[in-house]
């Protein structure tokens, strides 16, 4: 019943909502998406653009006004929620409150009349994948941020869904808890072979878990490919700074930065440049020639905001040994694994 | 696997769900009461407004009208004044015996109406412990009452509301300068206000509609809308005059009801706090005091109708009680009290029982929140439909059954549905009540978790609504039970004479002369309140915030 390879195709999905005094919203605007077995894409966008709507729709949870949402080629409009083999995992967990670890984890396997000796075998191989051997017997309320959400997971994938649907399953959790976590829930669902949807508006988090980038705006899709074609080239501005580019530069700069980066691969006539916050690093033999504005150290590096000649108000990076002053002239070199050339202008 | 058709088919499910509820509202209240309101507008077939206009202009009209008004209004006055000060202490502080001081207060409101006046009656009669103040028969005496019954609603009310108050936003106002009383001026009172407007509706609500109360203790002088209704149907069968008030009455409750749930609105959003009490301090030594007195005025008639019960003309004995197995001196009665009693109880279990499985189903419909705005339109008014019963007066709804449910295709007059039914009628806003709020609060997103986990429509609410609304649902039977217990206004018109229900016994015995009847009548009182209160303080250990407070 899982597993068993199945493409998720969306096409042309589209779901208004009513929203009282204002009249309609256009939640999802025309989407097209694949979703290819095995596969962990990330949709990413700010608040408000969709994305968790979009991933209700595919729940089952909302209902589309258009498109087809289909699974191995079988339409999914007649399927209720419960009978589409999906799994969803909340940001907070939603795990039940009333039963204990064991309890959560086992419910899709009650639900299917498992034997019980069966549910028990599966719910210990579960709390051992997630890393939560003897917690069986725990309560969802004595649980940290981090452990609800491995219980969710657990609970999530306890009957191998076709397809798991994470909504912002880390944003809830600390810094440090969120990337230890991430990094496993990647290694989790590669593991399990799970195909998955995580939706999120953290890059960070869509980088550490995700293969595939979906870049979500206003409803629509602006951007869908593998995770380092789509950080390598973000379609725009916005969406560059969606996946987490510090500023870009356009004009002149773009044009400085294509012949001192792109020179010998040819690709000299850039129009605009997303710069990740790490681009220019301070280096006495650096091309460019700037002034430090502003200098502030965090545990790894010292960062910098620049005033550089031909290309204005940057940030950069200096190591913590060096020694930097506000007002000083200083010499920078450019990084080209962390700068991206956008398309073209909007 | 897939089945394509079935999403359809759950859509389908829930409207035929909704159906039931609907249904019976239909038969048994709408085609009632507005059989009644037809009597009145067509009083011989044809269409005759006049005649309520009439009606209305009749000087005694007028005066009935202007007592309900003033004296609902004094009532309620009061009720916020001696309620407000308690619900601070028994919400905002903390001290021993507190919780029994909770419970005690509810004790009057879950008092079946005619035990309450039978109550008050013999602590003012002239040979009743307060009888040298000349209450007997007065409106003092009926507004004491009213506020007896209601300060609770008041305290439950604002004190749950209270209790959620976030702190720290007076704590603030404190850190800024404000003296104690500058911060309850300005931070408390204004946060408060939508919750005693809200509770201060709902007790104008059930004053201006009481029956029992006014019925036991106005005596021939005063009457509210509510008794006049029930004289001029049963006394003068002026039918058409009972109507024209039903209809006036049912037009200002429900502009009361709405304007309650706008106060309910208004004060829903609300962070809430875990609540912790704070240690009475030496400036709340009044509140305290206050709260002692409020508990003492509560009680008093309660006490004395104990002790009223248990005195014969020979002094003390259990000669009432042993009279409860009678049927009263002079044959006031066809049938004896405790079987009267055992009536009762018959009557409640079914009338909890339909009241329950009706009010689970509206309340399960009502907590859904629908995506498109017809959708939330038409919810709106399936939530009011239930509503309704609230409104419109007992004694409408009784005589409405026996005007319209006595012929075929519905001939209900020997069924011994009929009363369970009506009473259910009366108890189902109050199940709604207490098991919509509980619903409503559940995270719609642990009902999705479970459903995208493989669970069925049935499932989900079994596996996430039940454990989070069983005590809701405890509390809610047992109310309904309390309610139908004590329920007298429709009773009245629907019991048997040879057949008849506690509170009918009650009020038949004060009805008749002699002081065995009357001292038997205590001891009936005594025994519905025992039966009523056993009920409800075993449901108020469950703890259900939503039950009583409105």
Known sequence: MSGSAGTLTVRDLTVRFDDGRRGTVVAVDAVDLDLPPGSVTAVLGPSGCGKSTLLRAIAGLERSDRGVIAYGGADLAGTPVHRRGFALMFQDGQLFPHADVAANIGYPLRLRRRRRAEVRARVGELLDLVGLDGYAARMPATLSGGERQRVALARALAVEPRLLLLDEPFSALDRGMRERLAAEVADILRRAGTTSLVVTHDHEEAFAVADRIAVMRAGELVQVGGLAEVWAAPVDASAAELLGYDTVVAGEGAALLGRLVGGDTGEADWDAVALRRSALVLDGSGPLAGVVRAARATPDLVRLELDVDGLGRVSGVADLGQVVAVGQHVRLGVRADRLAALESKN | ?550
């Not at chain 2, 005195?311 to 409860?324: C, F, K, Q």
């Not at chain 2, 009693?341 to 009241?355: D, P, R, Y």
């Open chain 2, 1 to 550: 696997m897939l089945r394509p058709g079935r999403w359809r088919g759950a859509a389908w499910g829930t409207a035929a769900l909704a159906v039931v509820p609907l249904a019976v509202l239909g038969t048994f209240f709408l085609y009632p009461v507005s059989g009644m309101v037809a009597r009145g507008f067509w009083p011989d077939g044809s269409f005759d407004p006049g005649g309520v206009a009439e009606v209305l202009g009749r000087e005694r009209i007028h005066r009935v009208l202007w007592f309900t008004l003033w004296s609902a209004g004094l009532a309620t006055l009061f009720s916020v004044l001696l309620g407000v000060p308690v619900a601070y202490a028994l919400h905002r502080l903390r001290f021993p015996g507190q919780a029994l001081l909770r419970t005690l207060i509810v004790v009057p409101f879950v008092m079946p109406t005619v035990v309450a006046g039978v109550a008050f009656r013999q602590l003012i009669a002239r040979s009743g412990p307060l009888g040298g103040l000349g209450l007997d028969g007065t409106p003092t005496a009926i507004i004491a009452a009213l506020v007896f019954f209601n300060v609770s609603v008041v305290v439950r009310t604002v004190g749950s509301f209270w209790e959620g108050l976030d702190r720290r936003t007076e704590e603030a106002a404190a850190a800024l300068g404000a003296s104690p009383w500058q911060v309850f001026r300005t931070v408390t009172a204004p946060a408060l206000l939508p919750a005693v407007a809200s509770a201060a509706s709902v007790v104008f609500l059930f004053c201006s509609t009481s029956f029992g109360i006014v019925l036991t203790l106005g005596g021939l002088r005063y009457a509210n809308v509510e008794t006049e209704i029930y004289q001029l149907t049963t006394q003068e069968l002026d039918l058409q005059a009972a109507a024209a008030l039903s209809v006036l009455q049912i037009a200002l409750v429900t502009g009361l009801l709405l304007v309650s749930a706008r106060a309910r609105t208004r004060g829903a959003a609300l962070s809430r706090t875990a609540p912790v009490g704070r240690r009475p301090g030496r400036r709340d030594v009044l509140v305290l005091v206050w709260t002692a007195l409020v508990v003492g005025f509560l009680m008093t008639p309660l006490v004395s109708l104990v002790l009223g019960s248990l005195r014969t003309d020979a002094g003390w004995s259990l000669d009432n009680y042993r009279a409860l197995q009678t049927e009263g001196a002079g044959n006031a009665l066809l049938v004896t009290a405790t079987r009267a009693l055992a009536t009762s109880f018959e009557v409640a279990v079914q009338a909890a029982a339909i009241a329950l499985v009706l009010g689970a189903v509206v309340a399960y419909l009502v907590s859904r929140r629908p995506r498109s705005r017809s959708g939330r339109r038409m919810l709106g008014a399936f939530d009011g439909a239930f509503m309704l019963p609230l409104g419109v007066s007992a004694v409408t709804l009784g005589f409405g059954f026996l005007i319209t449910l006595n012929r075929p295709p519905l001939d209900l007059r020997t069924s011994a549905l009929l009363l369970p039914l009506a009473q259910a009628m009366v108890a189902l806003p109050l199940v709604v009540r207490t098991l919509a709020p509980v619903l409503s609060s559940i995270d719609p997103r642990q009902r999705e978790a479970a459903s995208s986990l493989g669970a069925g429509p049935f499932r989900v609410a079994l596996s996430v609504d039940l454990p989070h609304a069983w005590r809701a649902v405890v509390a809610a039977v047992g109310f309904a039970f309390a309610v139908s217990l004590g329920e007298f206004g429709a009773t009245s018109f629907l019991a048997r004479d040879d057949d008849p229900t506690l509170p009918v016994v009650i009020f038949r015995l004060i009805s008749h002369p002699g002081s065995e009847n009357f001292g038997m009548a205590l001891a009936a009182s005594v025994l519905l309140a025992a039966a009523t209160g056993a009920v409800m303080l075993a449901v108020d250990r469950f703890r259900v915030g939503s039950m009583g407070a409105f």
